[in-house]
């Protein structure tokens, strides 16, 4: 059967954990997150994990989570550019809606350098896009087919010079501001506290949107729980 075929299909996971959602547009909203081994930097000597799970088995695991997630915390599926696993990210939400006769809010990350096909785009309610490098223009046309559908921008700033490359992009891809979200960078609470205010006032010059990163603050590490 299909739902049999789906659960037999392969995730590759590189750590799950439920918390609060730490960055962006749905700051402080519970959470369970997903995070995918989705790097395609094709490096010579890789040290990612290889952890495959099945999504059965995947299923079993996020079990206990159910009722939070019916209850309006969302999952989100991150990692480097999580786009290359399209189909089982695809396969994954189907399995859990034959599962549970429901589907919870679902949020993607993505680095931008992959169009979503229309079956995921469609059941995927906010695309996450962080935005840290110049673009080519080829991946410039990327971004402006991954905006056709609901997308927000996130940039790092250590200062507000970082700014302006970030700028030219946005421009290119016609984002709104309202889809802009700009994070003070920094791998510490003590960091982050430092370079918001500044960055904040780049905010309110620009009239895009400041986020801090509540994982920094409530845990002073990049992943909270």
Known sequence: TKKNKIKKMMLNIYDQFYSIQGEGKHIGKPALFVQLESCNNDCIKCECKNNKITISDWL???????????????LVFKGAETLIYQETILSAIEGFKLTHGFKPYIEVSTLGKIIPKKKLADEVDLFVCALNSTKTDKEIDTLISLYEYNTIFKITIANPDDYKEAKEILDQVKVAK????????????????????????LCKSESVNFSTRLQLILWNKNTGC
């Open 60 to 74: 079993h695991t996020i079990e206990k989570f159910v009722p939070q997630l019916l209850n309006g915390a969302h």
């Open 178 to 201: 309202k889809d802009i979200y700009l994070l003070p960078e920094g791998e510490s609470f003590g960091t982050i506290s430092r370079n918001s205010q500044p960055l904040a006032e």
